[in-house]
């Protein structure tokens, strides 16, 4: 039997949407790895999962779980695929990784050649019993564990997880071969941003802000964005909106001006569709059809991310980190707006004069290099 004191590999499980995309998933991945100067010392598709070889599996799983594409992400043994040698790797890390008195949940997937998958759990779940009876560990149920112990068999091989974590779905970053403009100005334009980046667009960030502590508050946002644009260097631009108010006619106002903002910047780039922050579960059906119209007018096509999206907005704000912004992303829904003539014509003028174009290097200084190079 092969021993199991191979080193660690990351196994990478492409979403469902993205199992036909595993080439440009994988090529994602040696880009992040590449930016973050993490080390590996090879990558390779293994049926139908990345697995890479890196000399920290820890910092590697986490960076490339920053990626879209990916329904999750293992730090894992591998063995051969034979009944025996599966049982055993399985039962000996799951007597190493199980506390006093947790319950554990064994769960196998993938390819198996003369025996089902489900063989290999009841065995394993039989053996491992039996290893940790002396610490009161015992089989829970799929619904009501302490511990789960994953293993996915592919033709050759089997990966039983050490740590097993969720991605976050979606398709892998340009997937769609085109380039996109959006907007963020607050937090739910954030989660529109990302879910842009998520649909796989190439995505190029502006940035609108009305006072000092809001642009504090939105590049701390957009720090968490920034490593999934898979580049070690982008370009941001910044404008300042000159609204001081925080109501629903402010917010409404600033969702106009954005719009024309976005247009005028999307011509001067000659990008032919911008992303729009809005849901018809959010916003009236004119207010979008408003919107849509602006771009379309000039000529340029408007993406509705959010469109269909519910409750799920608050686990991908989650995601990156928003959680304490939740309750400032429920108030849209409380917001009554008003169907009405307004001239804005004057302020979008102004905000496109101060316009700030940024070149960022990525790095761990990104918070207080925008802020530096905005601030003078």
């Known amino acids: 039997m092969k021993k199991v004191n191979e080193p660690a590999f990351v196994v990478v499980f492409p979403s469902i949407f993205a199992r036909k995309k595993i080439v440009l998933l994988l090529s994602n991945i040696k880009k992040i790895l590449k930016i973050q100067n993490l080390q590996f010392e090879n990558i390779f598709v293994d049926d139908d999962v990345i697995v890479i070889k890196a000399n920290d599996p820890v910092f590697v799983s986490h960076e490339i779980n920053r990626l879209f594409g990916i329904e999750y992400v293992s730090i894992a043994r591998r063995t051969e695929n034979k009944f025996n040698d599966v049982v055993s790797t399985i039962t000996k890390i799951g007597s190493n990784i199980l506390l ?14 003369g025996f089902l998958p489900k063989d290999i759990e009841i065995a394993a779940t039989g053996t491992l019993v039996e290893k940790v009876a002396d610490i009161d560990c015992k089989p829970g149920t799929e619904s009501k564990y302490d ?67 809001n642009l ?6 957009i720090n968490r964005i920034l490593p999934r644009l898979l580049s070690s260097e982008v370009i941001l631009d910044f404008y300042h909106i000159p609204i001081k108010h925080d109501n629903t006619k402010s917010t409404q106002q600033k969702i106009f001006v954005v719009s024309r903002v976005l247009v005028d910047l999307a ?6 569709k ?37 409750n799920s ?53 990104n918070i207080h290099d925008i802020l530096n190079s905005i601030n003078h």
């Open 216 to 221: 504090m508050e939105l590049v701390k946002i």
């Open 267 to 272: 011509k001067k780039y000659k990008i032919h």
């Open 100 to 113: 006093v008195g947790e319950l554990f949940y064994i769960k196998v997937d993938g390819f198996a050649l």
């Open 274 to 310: 911008v992303s729009l922050a809005l849901s018809p579960l959010v916003f009236p059906m004119w207010l979008i059809e408003e919107h849509s119209h602006i771009v379309t007018k000039e000529k340029l096509l408007p993406w509705i991310p959010l469109a269909g999206i519910d």
């Open 147 to 213: 511990k789960m112990i994953h293993c996915h068999l592919t033709k050759n091989n089997a990966y039983v997880s050490i740590f097993l974590e969720k991605g976050h779905g979606g398709i892998p970053y340009d997937s769609q071969g085109e380039e996109i403009l959006c907007c963020i100005f607050d937090e739910f334009s954030a989660i529109s941003c990302l879910e842009t980046i998520k649909q796989g667009f190439q995505t190029r960030v502006a940035v609108c802000y009305s006072s000092e502590s």
């Open 313 to 365: 907005i608050f686990e991908t704000a989650r995601e990156i980190g928003l959680a304490k912004y939740l309750h400032k992303i429920e108030k849209y829904g409380q917001y009554r707006f008003t169907q009405g003539k307004e001239d804005l014509s004057k302020l979008v003028k102004k905000t496109i004069s101060t316009r700030k174009t940024l070149k960022l290097k990525i790095g761990p200084n």
